[in-house]
């Protein structure tokens, strides 16, 4: 079991569904935890998922530099950037709720221990994308996915990975 908080730093409409969003997208069926890993959502949980302006993610993410753009994991730390929270990027070919979840799941399987899929991250063209794929940047061929695939649930349930591994 994971037990995780949910904080929003940001104001706008846009983001207004940022915790109903994450909690149903760590408790869905097509999730995490088909690789067993139960996500529970508590107040005083070590593990926190925040949603934050850019010059704040910057901040959260060091040592590493975010360029003001991209989310991170750092440590019990998932922070995502509410820009791409409310944009997505313009490599993202789904929807934007599609792109939420997609980010929830991309930086929460960091936090698991999950790391990018070797290169090419997309095996083949069309193919659905994996989760763990860098697809804010790119989806080289494959279709935008949100969900974990059956290779990367596999991959969580081996239960050898670290939990909130640190900065390298
Ligand atoms: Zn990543």
Do not use: K
């Amino acid at each position: 079991m994971v037990r995780y908080r949910i904080d929003r730093r940001t104001r706008d409409a846009a983001t207004a569904e940022f915790a109903a969003t994450v909690a149903a997208t760590l408790t869905d069926a097509r999730g995490w935890q088909r690789g067993g890993v139960r996500m529970v959502r508590d107040v005083r949980a070590p593990y926190l998922v925040v949603l934050a302006e850019p010059d704040e993610v910057q901040r959260l993410c060091r040592p590493y530099d975010i360029y003001r753009r991209y989310s991170c994991q750092n440590g019990p730390v998932v922070a995502l950037n509410a820009e791409r929270w409310r944009h997505a990027t313009p490599e993202w070919t789904g929807s934007l709720p599609a792109y939420r979840q997609m980010l929830v799941n991309h930086e929460v399987g960091h936090l698991l221990g999950l790391h990018h899929p070797p290169s090419p991250q997309c095996p083949r063209p069309r193919a659905l994308a994996p989760v763990m794929a860098q697809q804010s940047t790119e989806l080289n061929g494959c279709r935008p996915n949100p969900w974990p695939l059956p290779t990367e649930v596999q991959l969580l349930a081996r239960h050898d990975l670290p939990l909130a591994p640190p900065p390298d």
